[in-house]
């Protein structure tokens, strides 16, 4: 039996005779075309909402019991316009919560004049809103630039 070894000076630097990990598409390429393409779909993934946050980032103002808190109830308007980035939503310039399209968000804020706003995407926008001394109330965020209470 004889054994045939490949002549060096003739495979293409980068290509080895057996795919590493088993990636046949990633790490065979000898163009690096895969590789690129695994980058591109991180870099998407980062860019669209896989790398922003979400959920609660930071405790809304606590009440402190000198006047009857307001539940305040903020929910992001369903639009195309950012759909594939979360909304920053903030008070006072203070990051409380992130939130996708049609998605609400409830606390506890006593009553008063606060600057309500939110970042999408590259956009912000912010807005003076009053909360009133009454059980409830409820916010609409939604682009471009509109925050405006739903009653």
């Not at 896989?50 to 929910?75: D, F, H, M, Q």
């Not at 804020?109 to 009454?134: A, D, H, M």
Request: aromatic residues 10%.
């Amino acid at each position: 039996m004889q054994i045939h070894e490949a002549n060096p000076a003739r495979i293409p630097l980068g290509l080895t005779r057996k795919p590493l990990l088993g990636w046949r598409g990633i790490c065979s390429d000898t163009r690096g075309k895969s590789v690129k393409r695994l980058g591109s779909f991180i870099a998407v993934l980062f860019l669209t909402g896989c790398g922003l946050r979400l959920g609660p980032i930071n405790k809304p103002p606590i009440p402190t019991g000198v006047a009857t808190p307001s539940r305040v109830t903020v929910s992001r308007v369903s639009s195309i316009m950012g759909w594939p980035v979360p909304m920053i939503f903030t008070i006072d310039g203070v990051e409380i919560y992130g939130l996708w399209g049609g998605e609400s968000y409830s606390f506890m804020l006593e009553p008063g004049n606060y600057v309500f706003g939110y970042y999408l995407g590259f956009n912000q926008c912010r807005t003076g809103i009053q909360i009133e001394s009454k059980p409830s109330q409820h916010i609409l965020l939604g682009p471009p630039c509109n925050i405006r209470p739903a009653d």
